[in-house]
């Protein structure tokens, strides 16, 4: 595992919560009462479940050994060894089950030496395969520190921030972008409008997306969205609109095994309609259609007060671009990234990502909320 995907793992478990006991009060009555609470809280989703035991310390340093080496290629390796069994036959089902789909997907991509004309069901194979392979080992390495009680915090009904993102692109006329975003949340559907722009004005970026959650218990839900998207940089001079369709799964993780409580793991795959001008070349709009997706894992900040993950997404048309190949100079990779977002108060929170593609992409927004839903 190269440095920055260790720093991302120690950056997760340095804001998770330690797990421990929950209290009971003392008493036969007491302890009716406290399990009665109990298992209300959990089925309302303010808590998941209880944080599982912890194996000796010697045989987790073990099992994190076996997870970090052969267990890339053996999912639920780590769990087995930690003497989780029940946990380690998840993870190999769900390790299993994304290294057979990315085979699929590679396979046919290889043998068409990459032909546009048959791309998108493999590169959406290969993009959910690596997906679901990824974050169940996050999610098993993770699991063998015990997981945290955290919970999922509840949703507001309305939202809204400012802030600045900060990009050393040579390629475009401003390093620094003011930010302004708005979202709604009404039931099942929420809706988001986005605005960056330039102090000088010569990077201006519109987005709107409105979506439909379905089967939403807890942490977990389906979604379907549809989004669209107008950016327009002066220097050079370039109009790009996009619009997408998508549809993504989100997992509170603590429903496949008590020791992932505290975490979620997520999977988006999108198709979209790309048109580019550039107005020195042709007054004409160039049109492209692609398959493009993005997947996570992250864990829920102690007290409800937010979540922290880390998430690759496969587009290569945003500020971030896509990542270089030593080989290439540019190739399929998109980008990685952190992002964390913290409650302040009952009113107020913040939220801050660092990006890497083609290069840093840095943010930090503050922002006010109305309501909350429980998840």
């Known amino acids: 595992m190269n440095r920055a995907g260790q720093f991302f793992l120690l950056f997760l478990f340095a804001v998770a919560r330690p797990a421990r006991a929950s209290d009971v009060p003392p008493g036969d009555a007491g302890k009716d009462a406290s399990a009665r609470g109990q298992a209300e809280r959990q089925e309302s989703g303010e808590i998941q479940s209880a944080a599982a035991p912890r194996p000796p310390a010697w045989r987790t340093a073990a099992a994190l050994g076996v997870a970090l080496a052969p267990g890339w290629v053996l999912p639920g390796a780590g769990a087995w060894v930690s003497g989780d069994r029940k946990t380690a036959e998840r993870v190999a089902l769900w390790g299993g089950m994304g290294m057979g789909i990315a085979l699929a997907g590679a396979l046919p991509l290889a043998l068409s030496n990459s032909s546009r004309r048959a791309a998108e069901l493999p590169i959406a194979l290969a993009l959910s395969g690596a997906g679901l392979f990824i974050t169940s080992k996050l999610a098993e390495i993770y699991g063998l520190f015990g997981g945290t009680p955290a919970a999922a915090p509840p949703e507001p009904v309305l939202e809204t921030d400012i802030g600045i993102l900060w990009k050393p692109d040579a390629l475009l006329p401003s390093t620094g972008v003011g930010a302004w975003r708005v979202r709604g949340h009404w039931g099942h559907w929420w809706g988001r409008l986005a605005l960056e722009a330039a102090p000088d004005g010569g990077d201006m970026c519109i987005e709107g997306e409105a979506a439909r959650r379905f089967f939403h218990r807890g942490g ?86 937010g979540e922290a993950h880390i998430f690759y997404n496969h587009r290569h048309d945003g500020r971030a671009g896509g990542m270089r190949l030593s080989i290439s100079g540019d190739g399929p990779p998109g980008f990685a990234g952190v992002q964390v977002r913290h409650r302040l108060g009952g009113f107020g929170y913040w939220e801050a990502q660092a990006v890497r593609g083609t290069h840093w992409m840095l943010s930090l927004r503050v922002g006010c909320f109305l309501g909350g839903e429980e998840p």
């Open 220 to 305: 977990s839900f389906w979604e379907m969205a549809a989004s669209g998207s107008f950016w327009s940089v002066e220097a050079p001079d370039v109009h790009l609109a996009t619009t997408a369709i998508s549809v993504a799964h989100r997992r509170d993780l603590a429903s496949v095994s008590p020791s992932f409580s505290g975490s979620f793991a997520f999977l988006r795959l999108e198709a979209v309609l790309e048109s580019v001008r550039y107005p020195e070349v042709s007054p004409d709009f160039g049109h492209d259609a692609f398959v493009s997706g993005t997947f996570g894992f992250g864990v829920y900040l102690p007290g409800r007060a």
